[in-house]
């Protein structure tokens, strides 16, 4: 089983930056695939992105391709969702997510450990 911490969310105005931070801890973490998810009031939780255990193949939802970027560094045991142009859609907790399944589909996360969450609010 691995540990997930989430850093990073804040408030933001429409249209900039945040990079958000997920450090993993107990088992190896380059034998994850990793992801993030987010969930707004009142919404289902949603996919947001996810990358293989090199790092080498990436998926996003349609809602942020273009704007934002997972990359993960397995020396330190970290993966960062990049976000730009940021929308007040964009408002929600975000989670990261770590599986051992191969697949970068959001349903490889259907069992997987889980971050708290941090909160990322964008106003207009």
């Known amino acids: 089983q691995v540990q997930l911490v989430e850093s990073g969310g804040e408030s933001v105005q429409a249209g900039g930056s945040l990079r958000l931070s997920c450090v993993a801890s107990?088992?190896?973490?380059?034998?994850?695939?990793v992801g993030w998810f987010r969930q707004a009031p009142g919404k289902d939780r949603e996919f947001v992105a996810a990358?293989?255990?090199?790092?080498?193949?990436?998926n996003y939802a349609d809602s942020v391709k273009g704007r934002f970027t997972l990359f993960r560094d397995n020396a330190k045991n970290t993966v960062y969702l990049q976000m730009n142009s940021l929308k007040p859609e964009d408002t929600a907790v975000y989670y990261c997510?770590?599986?051992?399944?191969?697949?970068?589909?959001?349903?490889?996360?259907?069992?997987?450990?889980w971050g708290q969450g941090t909160q990322v609010t964008v106003s207009s």
């Open positions: 107990g088992r190896t973490f380059s034998s994850y695939t």
């Open positions: 990358r293989s255990r090199s790092g080498s193949i990436p």
């Open positions: 997510a770590a599986t051992l399944s191969y697949s970068i589909l959001a349903s490889a996360f259907n069992s997987a450990s």
